[in-house]
C-alpha cells in the first residue's frame, strides 16, 4: 500500500470536529459550511493544476495517492451491471421510474469508475434521502389526519439510521475527502428528497419499488466489491464506528428493519473490514424486503410494520421464509 502524501490529499479539514460543534442558526451554519467548503475547493484547484503540471514535466518520483486511493480497492462496473440484469422488472412497471434508475446508475458509474470507496459514500447520500422523504410525507398525513401507521414512521427511520451509519463507515475510510464528492452528493440529496416526496405522493407503491431498485443495486455492488478484495479487506481493522453500530451501540434501531431474523439475535462479527462491508451488503438486502413489502397496500393496512410487535414479527418472518425459499429454488434451476 503507497504512504499517503498530506500534501496532496484533498481533504485539509477535519470533518468530525465541524460536526461537534453545537447547531446554531441556519445562516451560521452555511457561513461555516460555506468556509469549510471553500477550503475543499482550493485544495481541489491546487490539486488539478498539479495534475496539469505533472503530465507537462513529470516529476522524477510519482506522487503518492491520497487516502483512499492509496489503498487500492478495486471495483468491476460491469459485473454489477450483469447482476442487475439477473433481477427481474415489475410487470407494470412505469418507464419513468427506470429511465430515473437507470440515468442514477449510469451517472455513478461514470463520475466514479476506479473509485469504489468514493462511490459508496455518495451512494449512501443519496440513499438515505428517500427514507426522509418517506417519513416527511407520513408525517404530514398523521398532521392532517389523513392516514396513521405510526410503525412504518419508525421502520423508515430506522432504515435511514443504518444508512446513516453504512455513510459514516466509508467517511472513515476517506470516502467524503474530496470537495467535488461532497458537492456532488449534497446537491444531488437536494433534488432527490422533493423528487421522492412528489412521486409518494402520487403513488407510494412506485415510490417503494425505485427504492427497491437502489438498494438492490447497492447490495450487487457491495456483493461484488467483497468479492473482488477480500483479501486485502480482511488485513484492514474496523472504524470504530463500524463496531459501535454492529457490536456496542444500541441495537433497538439495528434490529427495526430486520425482516429475516428475531430482535436480539442477529450480532454480525466486525473483526475486520471484511466483515464491516459484508454486513453493509446484508443489511441493503434487508432494506430491499422492506422495500418489497412495503409495496402491498393490503398489508400495511391490516397489521403493524414495527418487526419489534409480536403479531408483525411473525408475519416479517413468514414473508421472508417464502422469500428466502423461493430464491433458493431459484438458483438451483
Known sequence: MEAVDPEYTECEVNLDEFRKKTPGSLFHLARENFDLEFGGIKVAVGNALRNILDAAWPPKQPRAKGMPDCMGFVLDDEAVRQKDLTHEAAEDEPALIRWAYNTSVWGLDLLYEGKPIQRFWVLEVIARVPYFSYVSVLHFYESMGWWQNTDLSKVHFAE?????????????????????????????????????????????????????????????????????????LQELPPPTVALDYYRDGDLYMFDEFMVSTAPNTRRPPVDNMLQVFENIRDDEREHVKTMIQCQDYEWLASMQVSPHSIESRRAWKEWSDMVNNESSEQKKV
Do not use: C
Request: hydrophobic fraction near 50%; avoid cysteine; charge should be negative.
Open 160 to 232: 435511514a439510521y443504518a444508512e446513516q451509519h453504512h455513510l459514516l463507515i466509508m467517511e472513515a475510510l476517506g470516502g467524503n475527502n474530496r470537495w467535488f464528492d461532497r458537492f456532488i452528493a449534497q446537491h444531488t440529496a437536494i433534488a432527490y428528497y422533493w423528487a421522492i416526496v412528489f412521486l409518494y405522493w402520487f403513488s407510494p407503491k412506485w415510490s417503494y419499488y425505485f427504492m427497491q431498485l437502489v438498494e438492490q443495486h447497492a447490495a450487487d455492488t457491495y456483493e461484488q466489491f467483497v468479492l473482488e478484495n477480500a483479501e486485502l
